[in-house]
């Protein structure tokens, strides 16, 4: 309704997270997709000029948890 995304440049706008480049897809026997081409979050937000900070914050690589990006109530 009030045209709030994809952005714009006088959004200022922090994205966290691999998922934001490389978004997951997937689906199995009638929701499987095959597309020729995928969007993804950091992209569109760079292409309508919006003032961007990007932090990877996790891999998708591994389940490792990064102690830094956790704090831990002992």
């Known amino acids: 309704?009030?045209?709030?995304?994809?952005?714009?440049?006088?959004?200022r706008i922090c994205v966290i997270g691999e998922?934001?480049?490389e978004p997951v897809y997937q689906?199995?026997?009638?929701?499987?997709?095959?597309?020729?081409?995928?969007?993804?979050?950091?992209?569109?937000f760079i292409k309508n000029?919006?003032?961007i900070s990007y932090a990877k914050g996790y891999s998708l690589k591994n389940n490792?948890?990064?102690?830094?990006?956790v704090k831990i109530k002992i």
């Open 19 to 21: 998922l934001a480049k």
């Open 27 to 44: 689906g199995a026997g009638s929701s499987k997709v095959n597309s020729v081409t995928s969007d993804n979050a950091y992209d569109a």
């Open 49 to 51: 000029d919006c003032d």
């Open 1 to 11: 309704e009030e045209s709030i995304l994809p952005g714009n440049k006088n959004q």
């Open 64 to 69: 490792n948890i990064d102690k830094y990006l």
